[in-house]
Nanobody
């Protein structure tokens, strides 16, 4: 069973930055398109950024121009660089394949991002 471990979250002031990391325990990480998702209290989980096996990226309108997704296949890791953070970015952030149904990897524990002054 593939395990996903997210890290890098924390408490940051509005306008600040964070870099999230996600490691997947699989030797075939490179064959999957990957996504960063987030879930705010009382809301459904949503996709915020996606990166294909070839490095093509797509972003939700709410984070476009502020977030950057990248991957290092040699390290089985996907990153999310977040800048100009806003209180509305407060959520638990997860990574997984995109779509999730293509792999059926279990969700990790996520990493909490709180943007507050």
């Amino acid at each position: 069973q593939v395990q996903i471990v997210e890290s890098g979250g924390g408490l940051v002031q509005p306008g600040g930055s964070l870099r999230l990391s996600c490691v997947a325990t699989t030797s075939i990480f490179s064959i999957y398109d990957m996504g960063w998702y987030r879930q705010a209290p009382g809301k459904q989980r949503e996709l915020v950024a996606r990166i294909s096996t070839g490095g093509k990226t797509i972003y939700a309108d709410s984070v476009k121009g502020r977030f950057t997704i990248s991957r290092d296949n040699a390290k089985n890791t996907v990153y999310l660089q977040m800048t100009s953070l806003k209180p509305d970015d407060t959520a638990v952030y997860y990574c997984n394949t995109n779509p999730t149904t293509i792999s059926n990897w279990a969700w990790g524990q996520g990493t909490q991002v709180t943007v507050s002054s």
